[in-house]
């Protein structure tokens, strides 16, 4: 068999991430085995809560023409695409080597490495001025508290754009012991939040496509 003729362990790419609420995590067998997880290229140019992210960034830049943009869980790449074509200094970090291939292949403009969350040596060196976390902290959230120490530590002045699909208390089945609302998520980040917003989705009802800025 061949490395083309290879089927995918998972016919569905979240079941590589969360399976019968019980965190998986397998990102870079899901790369390799799926072209388009979350369907990004397709989806997220359009995503309400993103439109609300840029906006923010494009304030932060009036009064920071050189706003260096730190984007967590980076993926395909899409995002950060997006956010560099707006002239702002981009970088990705994404934990699977195969996303940040393909994410380089296919975006000229944004800086694309391999590291996650607690990845302290790359927030010393690129001393971004906002990092980003859009839909990636269901999947570290017992790497949060360290994550908020590092940060406090290495990067005191930054913003933290943060993006994130909640689901209604029936559906929920992974992280209920860290929160299961909006006020929730803020308080268990606890970061003074500047703004905020919550947006009605269709993926269940009751789910809400999340975004708050903060420091």
Known sequence: MTESDKQPRYARYQDYVIK???????????YQDH?????QSQEDPYQPDKALALNALRRLGSENPKLKVLEI?????????TISSHGFETYGLEISETAVE???????GPTFMVGDILSRDVYERINPDVLIM??????????????LGIVSETLP???LVHILTMYP???????????????GL???????VIEQAVIDADVYEGTQRTFFLGR
């Open 35 to 39: 072209d388009d997880p979350w369907l």
């Open 20 to 30: 019968d609420g019980e965190l998986i995590g397998a990102f870079e067998e899901m």
């Open 186 to 192: 803020k308080e268990y980040f606890g970061m003074n």
């Open 169 to 183: 208390a029936n559906e929920q089945r992974y992280g209920r012991e860290y929160f299961t609302t909006f006020d």
């Open 102 to 108: 393909k994410a380089a292949a296919r975006h000229i």
């Open 157 to 159: 002045h930054v913003h």
């Open 73 to 81: 869980g980076s993926g395909l790449g899409e995002f950060c695409a």
């Open 134 to 147: 859009s839909e990636v902290t269901w999947y570290v959230l017992d790497k949060i508290k360290e994550f």
